[in-house]
Nanobody, 118 residues
Framework: QLQASGGGLVQVGGSLKLSCAASGRFIGINTMSWYRQGPANQRELIAQSFASGSTIYADSVKGRFTISRDNAKHTVYLQMNTLEPEDTAVYYC??????????????WGRGTLVTVSS
């Protein structure tokens, strides 16, 4: 199970930090990712953190957003700076988890709404 938090209302240029924690019994977590879905838009991948430590970002957030993870807490974070109205969306976390019976399963957290007001 994934539980996301940290969304809210922020003004243009402001910052927010999202977090998403995995709970339950599992062996490990491979990739941890953040997606977002804005009004009338499809869900898009914006940041991904691999178990190796490498990360990737969508061009739209590169240089403004930072993904990080705390493996001991099974938590992924998304630090969002210099927010723009176009960042308004529901943000979802996703994790690829190795279950206790060695299946590689994809889990989604409930979305958290980020609204950037001008």
């Amino acid at each position: 199970q994934l539980q996301a938090s940290g969304g809210g209302l922020v003004q243009v240029g402001g910052s927010l930090k999202l977090s998403c924690a995995a709970s339950g019994r599992f062996i490990g977590i491979n990739t941890m990712s953040w997606y977002r879905q804005g009004p009338a838009n499809q869900r898009e991948l914006i940041a991904q953190s691999f178990a190796s430590g490498s990360t990737i970002y969508a061009d739209s957030v590169k240089g403004r957003f930072t993904i990080s993870r705390d493996n001991a807490k099974h938590t992924v974070y998304l630090q969002m700076n210099t927010l723009e109205p176009e960042d308004t969306a529901v943000y979802y976390c996703q994790a690829r988890i190795l279950t206790i019976d060695y299946r590689n399963e994809l889990y989604w957290g409930r979305g958290t709404l980020v609204t950037v007001s001008s």
